[in-house]
């Protein structure tokens, strides 16, 4: 009776729980067989072949084999193979546009691809390996990662060895797409085994070639397969032991899924805190009764004058507690710190072995606490399904934002809900710019990617802007530290603030911009302000010129004095004028100043969308609840608040007049937005409070409105300047352009008389521009 052999199927592949070619046995031998066409592969040798010679290798698996796929077992003679000749015929093609966005999304450019790769046949990756003059296997892959190779393959070289020319350093991996990941971020002495983890022929083949380099980084996959591996090249290498270091990965399996799940500038770090192999296998760390021991030259002497207790650590983060000479302090650090003496020395106490030990050091003591590895996020508030903040177990760099904890807050009780419904409306004597505010911070919580819009709130001193900003901040769990004046803040700290919490919102006060250089700075960040609306990462250089990344997800408000009328501004805010008159009951003001209601209103409506999941109103709905507005972006502002709104008519259960109203004050809101027509409006309106006579730029001629525009613009730029507006003042070509399409302007070329000066009568014909009817400069043209 035959012998039967297990094997699952993955279309035309068969694999195998035994390989007749290496005779390895067990759940993943990586032994496959092509139903189809009878080819065989064993991934741990790197041979192939034809149906008819697995007679060669075991006679008994043939036979089940052929009873599986129904090929004959007439023996045909195979051809050799000539290397070069095939890699000449079928390697002339570059890889296709399928296989370069097959790599782009693996976070691989085109770069290193035209040296090492070709398109081969059935449109599979064609991977040469060469012993330096000629080629002695080609290897093939396709995008399913099915591999295979021509016949008489040698696995005793390396793929890419042929390009490195310094002996620097030399990284081995087990495959070519981390070989390509390697290249991506900038080393290019990487080498990759040819046939995967179980073939290392290629390190014994090339030992003394391997021997000339200073330094070997063994970078195999992090699993059982790369375990086995990194043992095999070990005793293959043990010559050199004092050359070898091992890369550790962490949570990921390869250089693959760190360039993808994290950065390229963390896969540098991974390889750059490589780890001596002989101080990584042999215990040379030791906890004494005060502090850390090493074993130097078979000598236990101090390491340290601390003992850790670790907290939790992250791929970019150590926190915990350190205890020295009887103090205990608590420390939170990045790993990159924590790597160099001053970083110990800052957060720890005194390290007195040699800096080279560190890495080794701190890999000793995470592995002894693996099971407290926590994950890290980008920024508090709600990510994904779930609310993070300084109480979560999650590790956030973000401290320029104070967040109050969710658990220190109380429940909103009956009670809380009864004088909210009553009193909240209360919160300025208009019902509803009181809602306004409240509603605008509520909708963050169910809007929490995405473009938001700025709360700008205006008007003189005394008027409660501040008391009103911080009850909205406070209502999102921050608190008066979340107020920053704008004279007082450089660009590099908007961002920073700007980057905290995709929640809780901050405060940019006393906006009073008077004097040429807050002007200045004022259209200095007002490019920042946008990208904040539009929730767009950017990048800010320091004075050491170093990058940092912002992600500008934090809710923003604009309070003072002055308005910023930059167009491309105005329409991504949300205004409110204060007044002085306008004030609210002093009773409900007291009430939410001095006791936590408006906290545990915010924690409620936080508690009900994670609980039954975000608002969502479809786009029609929009439009049929505020028909008249027309600008989309400012819907799309206005359905923010909306969506607040609804969140806290759950809560409170307004009157149907106070909805009715509320939805009327929006769309008023909403269409009182700017536009270019209000702007260059405002803009003449400079001309009209100027001592500048407006017959020498502007005619009535039988009922029609005339300017002489590039007159008109040499005004608006004089006044501007004079006047330090903060009115947007575009180029002339695009302000006319912007005037144009908007139907402002009705005619150009039109030939007008207008007067030479304001004293004589002469005229001249200039070509001027025809606009909309204005009645700005009626009282000059009168007297």
């Keep these: 009776m035959e012998k039967a052999y297990k094997f699952k199927e993955y279309g035309d592949q068969l694999r195998f729980d035994y390989c007749p070619v290496c005779k390895s046995e067990g759940d993943n ?401 208009d019902i509803n710019q009181s809602l306004l505010g409240v509603c605008w911070a509520l909708g963050r919580i169910h809007i929490s990617e995405g473009s938001y819009p700025i709360l700008e709130l205006a008007g003189t001193t005394s008027a409660g802007k501040t008391e009103y900003a911080e009850f909205i901040v406070r209502l999102l769990f921050g608190t008066k530290e979340n107020i920053k004046s704008l004279g007082t803040l450089t660009l590099h700290q908007i961002r920073s603030i700007s980057s905290c919490s995709n929640i809780t919102p901050w405060v940019m006060d006393e906006v009073k911009i008077v004097g040429r250089n807050l002007k200045e700075k004022a259209d200095y960040f007002a490019s920042t302000i946008r990208s904040i609306y539009d929730n767009k990462t950017i990048n800010q250089g320091n004075t050491k010129n170093r990058l940092y990344e912002f992600k500008l997800c934090t809710p923003f408000i604009i309070s003072g004095e002055t308005k910023i009328n930059d167009v491309s501004i105005k329409n991504r805010v949300i205004p409110v004028q204060l007044k002085t008159t306008n004030k609210g009951d002093y009773q409900v003001f007291e009430k939410f100043k001095y006791t936590d209601i408006l906290e545990r209103l915010g924690k409620a409506i936080l508690k009900q969308r994670l609980e039954k999941g975000a608002i969502i109103i479809p786009e029609n709905r929009i439009r049929d609840v505020f028909p008249d507005v027309i600008d989309e972006r400012q819907l799309h502002n206005i359905k923010c608040v909306y969506v607040g709104f609804k969140a806290l008519d759950q809560i409170v259960k307004f009157d149907k007049e106070v909805k009715d109203s509320f939805v009327k004050f929006l769309s008023k809101v909403a269409n009182d937005g700017a536009n270019p027509v209000r702007n260059f409006l405002a803009l003449l309106g400079l001309l009209a409070e100027s001592d500048k006579d407006c017959r020498l730029f502007y005619q009535v001629k039988d009922g029609k409105h005339y300017i002489w525009f590039s007159m008109v613009y040499k005004g608006i730029c004089e006044e501007h300047f004079r006047t330090n507006s903060t009115l947007e003042l575009l180029d002339m070509d695009t302000l006319r352009q912007q005037l144009k399409e908007i139907q402002f302007i009705i005619r150009e070329r039109v030939s007008v008389r207008f007067p030479i000066d304001s004293f004589s009568k002469k005229t001249r014909i200039v070509s001027a521009t025809e606009i909309q009817p204005i009645s700005i400069f009626d009282f000059q043209m009168k007297e």
């Design 29 to 429: 031998p990586d032994f496959t067989l092509n139903k189809k066409t009878g080819d065989f592969y064993c991934h741990r040798e790197g041979k192939g072949g034809k149906f008819h010679q697995l007679r060669e290798y075991d006679e008994d698996f043939y036979n089940f084999a052929k009873t599986i796929i129904k090929i004959g077992s007439k023996k045909k003679t195979t051809p050799k193979v000539n290397l070069d000749e095939a890699m000449r015929k079928r390697g002339s093609y570059f890889l296709n546009k399928e296989w370069i966005g097959y790599l782009k999304g693996r976070g691989i450019g085109e770069k290193y691809l035209k040296n090492l790769f070709r398109l081969g046949k059935n449109k599979n990756m064609m991977i040469p390996i060469t012993d330096g003059k000629k080629v002695v296997a080609i290897k093939y892959r396709g995008l399913n990662k099915e591999m295979s190779c021509e016949v008489g393959s040698s696995g005793n070289y390396f793929i890419n060895w042929q390009h490195i020319v310094n002996r620097d350093y030399l990284i081995i991996v087990e495959g070519e797409i981390d070989l390509l990941s390697a290249l991506e971020v900038g080393f290019e002495n990487v080498v990759s085994l040819p046939f995967g983890a179980h073939n290392v022929r290629a390190v014994k083949n090339q030992k003394k070639w391997i021997g000339e380099f200073e330094k070997i980084i063994i970078a195999v996959d992090n699993d059982e397969a790369g375990e086995k591996c990194y043992s095999k090249i070990l005793e293959e290498l043990k010559e050199i032991h004092h050359k070898l270091y091992r890369v550790y990965m962490g949570k990921y399996k390869d250089f693959n899924e760190i360039l993808v799940n994290e950065s390229g500038e963390k896969l540098k770090e991974v390889i750059e805190n490589c780890v001596r192999c002989d101080q990584a296998e042999e215990e040379i760390f030791f906890q004494g009764e005060n502090g850390y021991l090493i074993k130097d030259r078979g000598e236990i002497i101090p390491l340290t004058d601390f003992l850790l207790e670790i907290k939790g650590f992250s791929d970019g983060y150590i926190l915990g507690v350190s205890y020295n000479m009887g103090s205990r302090r608590e420390f939170r650090a990045k790993k990159t710190e924590l790597l160099l003496p001053t970083g110990i020395v800052q957060y720890l106490g005194y390290y007195f072995a040699s800096p080279n030990t560190i890495a080794s050091f701190w890999s000793w003591i995470l592995k002894e606490n693996e099971d407290k590895f926590i994950g890290e996020i980008d920024h508090y508030g709600i990510v994904g399904d779930n609310y993070y903040d300084k109480a979560s177990k999650i590790i956030c760099d973000k401290n320029d934002l104070a967040i109050q904890n969710i658990e220190n807050i109380p429940d909103l009780t009956k009670s809380n809900k009864m004088w909210l419904r009553k009193n909240l409306i209360f919160l300025r004597k």
